[in-house]
């Protein structure tokens, strides 16, 4: 699902989003991109918006507020999703912005 939605925060303000309902979803998402680098911003049902940097040819999801990388793609995906200990979304879905 796409649209457009208003932001009023530091990642972005009435640009198009896309939303991801399953971590599958934002998964081929970022495997398949259409530019190697980008930066995204995140926006979950709950909870402040984060924006992040995605190297595609490492797979590699830094968070710009402080420069941690995570571990994996998978480590990302449940961080976005706010998983449980045994990987189970506790959001509905998570709006991405690409800067």
Known sequence: ?????????????????????????????LENPVRPEFAFCVYPVSGKPETFNYNSLGQVV????????????????????????????NTEYVDVVVE
């Open 1 to 29: 699902m796409t649209g457009r939605k208003e932001y009023s925060d530091e990642c972005a303000g009435n640009r198009h989003y896309t939303r991801f309902n399953t971590l599958d979803g934002l998964r081929v998402y």
């Open 62 to 89: 830094t968070r710009l507020a402080d420069g941690s990388s995570f571990d994996s793609l998978e480590d990302f995906l449940c961080y976005v999703f706010q998983c449980d200990r045994e990987g189970y979304p």
